[in-house]
């Protein structure tokens, strides 16, 4: 039998699942918690385990994973597999909630958080939503109208009972500065010019062809001057694919990076989509970006994150559609000419990031925690 835990912190498939959970787990053990009275539960699939495991929590993963949005045949079968998938999950979720006993259950969102955040309402215990996109998923959405409160990355995210904590992100990324001497260390660390203006370009762990393919044509275009470089971060699947191959230009191209605290210190312009975690992580590392949104995200949440920062002046929000070699290199030909703009953007970035997300959402959550056992809710 499982012994009682404090909190069922759920959630994963993605690192913008994964990292939320585990920096309000560590803030939860900094706020005098055991690490074995948090629970974490993530995804079967992927390598949620391995992230979450050697950090002292108990980790479970659940079986399921994400439906497709398509009514082809083959799509259909998958749908249906994935539907047991979540139905097995939430199986076994009641049984790891009634045996555990957690005084408050933490969604993070992700198919991984779909079976405790129910059986959070099925044993009326207190349940804390996460959400870290601009935009709400559908899950989030159900879940919220029972949630005893809902931990948002931005003010303005329709939710109920939201709180506007901020977005957690990894204590590195929120260390990162950019003096001269920390950019030349992390451009030597990546093998880039130690003294050039550099653009970092990325699209997620397995690529975006848009991006890649618009970036290697500026990184061309860019062929012979000194006064520039690239690293560009392609994409195991883009990689393997050969989207933006040839190495023209100033440029550096791998197909993986996790040392993310050096690229953010050795770029002075960032060229990716809008996930979640990227436009947080923008935001606490105080780095301008050039935002392509992901057309046709659930919500266009990727375009409402952008504007998140585009709209405070700390990014350009350029359509996927006209993400092109000659209108990217146009636009950031302009904001590398000037200097002064770059250091506006940064600091606007910066004044968007909370001092503390982690530790906000862990108060919050030992609050609900609290008003559950004061009214009896949990079991």
Do not use: K
């Amino acid at each position: 039998m499982t012994e009682r835990r404090f909190a069922v912190i759920a959630g994963g498939g993605t690192a913008g699942h994964v990292q939320p959970a585990l920096a309000i787990a560590d803030a939860l053990v900094a706020r005098g918690h055991a690490h074995e009275d948090v629970q974490l539960v993530g995804s079967a699939r992927g390598s949620d385990r391995a992230t979450m495991e050697g950090r002292g929590f108990p980790v479970d993963v659940l079986p399921g994973r994400g439906i497709a949005r398509s009514l082809t045949p083959a799509t259909l079968v998958r749908n249906f597999g994935a539907v047991a998938g979540i139905g097995s999950a939430v199986v076994r979720s009641l049984r790891l909630v009634r045996s555990a006993r957690p005084s408050v259950v933490v969604a993070v969102g992700g198919y991984a958080s779909v079976g405790p955040a129910l059986a959070a309402l099925v044993t009326r215990t207190p349940l804390v939503v996460v959400n870290v996109d601009a935009v709400p998923g559908a899950a989030n959405r159900l879940f919220g109208r029972f949630a005893a409160a809902c931990l948002v990355g931005w003010p303005g995210t329709d939710l109920p009972r939201a709180v506007a904590t901020g977005t957690p992100v990894r204590p590195e990324i929120a260390a990162v500065t950019h003096d001269d001497a920390a950019r030349r260390t992390a451009r030597r660390l990546l093998g880039l010019p130690e003294e050039r203006p550099t653009v970092a370009a990325f699209g997620g762990s397995l690529g975006a062809r848009r991006v890649n393919e618009a970036v290697a044509g500026m990184a061309a275009r860019w062929e012979g001057r000194e006064d520039r470089s690239v690293y560009h971060i392609v994409g195991r699947r883009d990689w393997d694919a050969g989207v933006g191959a040839g190495g023209a230009g100033p440029i550096v191209r791998v197909p993986y990076e996790d040392r993310m605290d050096a690229v953010y210190a050795a770029a002075d312009l960032v060229v990716c989509r809008a996930g979640a975690m990227t436009v947080a992580e923008l935001a606490a590392a105080g780095v301008p970006a050039v935002l392509v949104p992901l057309p046709g995200a659930p919500g266009d949440h990727q375009s409402a994150n952008a504007r998140v920062l585009g709209r405070d002046g700390a990014a350009r929000v350029l359509p996927d559609a006209e993400c092109t070699p000659e209108r990217l290199t146009e636009l950031v030909d302009a904001l590398l000419d000037e200097p002064g703009r770059l250091a506006a953007m940064s600091a606007a970035a910066r004044a968007l990031a909370p001092v503390d997300a982690a530790g906000a959402g862990a108060e919050v959550v030992d609050a609900c925690a609290a008003r559950g056992r004061r009214a009896g809710g949990a079991p």
